[in-house]
């Protein structure tokens, strides 16, 4: 269902970026993970761009987490 698929795409991608570490293992060690959608529908509303990127951050103090680089939806 495409209603679900941005919710499917960050669990799937949650699950192979954590899939990385063991218990005991360092939080430096996590490599960059990608996920690649060809998507036959528009994943956004509010947009008609067909190349997107989006950070985490901090509504509150309107600043981004320096940490999470970003998710690109192209």
Known sequence: DQRY?????LYYFSRMYGSQLVAGDNFS???PAY???ILN????DHTDRFHTIH???D??????VPTIKEVEFH
């Open 5 to 9: 698929f941005f919710k499917r795409m």
């Open 29 to 31: 060690d996590l490599k």
């Open 35 to 37: 996920s690649v959608g």
């Open 41 to 44: 529908f528009d994943l956004f």
């Open 55 to 57: 950070k985490l951050c």
């Open 59 to 64: 509504i509150g103090e309107n600043k981004i």
